[in-house]
């Protein structure tokens, strides 16, 4: 891990200082992190959607066959690509109204560093509990938000009066691209790819030493 990637967590405020730094030194530097993150989500939800599955009704565990796994897996991480693509070019395109001249690739650098606590919450893939996974979603959320807010100002060198608004704009426009580009991924692979699901039912051991009645022959 980065020493920035370590520093999100620990002092943010230096963390910013420090990726702007970076990013003015080189448009990319972004490019190595969202790459590489982006992987935890994919990685953890194919394991656990193959080895542990899910279970939706009692006594009843789904899974998916490698095949359909891995096409889900693929294209949760093109549209993790593509969601922070799509959210820097909002970011760039918002910019305007609030006095800051951003370069694009300094934009979707942003956004690729907001969504760290995103990225980390994938590990939750190697269980899929829905519970489970609600929990972790809305910390990184909150943490994300807390990123979004605190970093902007510093990032995009704006004055504190300004950046509240811009963050709020992003903010909205962020859970709009979210819902849209994940529900179309999820519609896309579920309708014209044809996903292979696997289903164990647990029988119930407790008639396991009962003999069931048989019936007679007929005719007879």
């Known amino acids: 891990m980065t020493p ?5 967590f620990t002092r943010p405020d230096r963390a910013w200082e420090t990726i702007r730094q970076k990013e003015d030194a080189n448009s990319l530097h972004y ?5 590489v993150l982006a992987l935890i989500p994919a990685v953890c939800l194919f394991i656990g959607v193959t080895v542990v599955g899910w279970s939706l009704v009692e006594d009843e565990r789904v899974r998916l066959d490698a095949g359909s796994a891995l096409q889900l897996c693929l294209l949760l991480y093109l549209t993790i690509i593509i969601g922070t693509l799509i959210m820097g070019a909002f970011v760039r395109w918002m910019a305007k109204a609030f006095e800051v001249r951003p370069s694009l690739n300094q934009c979707i650098g942003f956004v690729a560093y907001v969504i760290t606590p995103f990225l980390l919450a ?3 893939g190697l269980y ?3 519970w489970f996974a609600a929990i972790v979603l809305l910390l990184a959320g909150i943490y994300s938000t807390y990123l979004l807010f605190t970093g902007l100002p510093a990032f995009m060198r704006q004055r504190n009066s300004q950046s509240f608004l811009y963050a709020s704009s992003i903010w909205g426009v962020a ?11 999820i519609l896309f692979w579920h309708l014209r790819l044809e996903p292979t699901y696997e289903r164990n039912t647990v029988e119930n051991q407790g008639y396991s030493t009962e003999e069931r009645p048989q019936e007679e022959p007929g005719g007879l």
Request: net charge neutral.
């Open 128 to 130: 899929p509990n829905r």
């Open 4 to 8: 920035e990637f370590i520093s999100l």
């Open 122 to 124: 994938g590990i939750t």
């Open 175 to 185: 859970l709009l691209v979210l819902v849209t580009v994940m529900v179309s991924m």
């Open 31 to 35: 490019l190595f992190h969202l790459l």
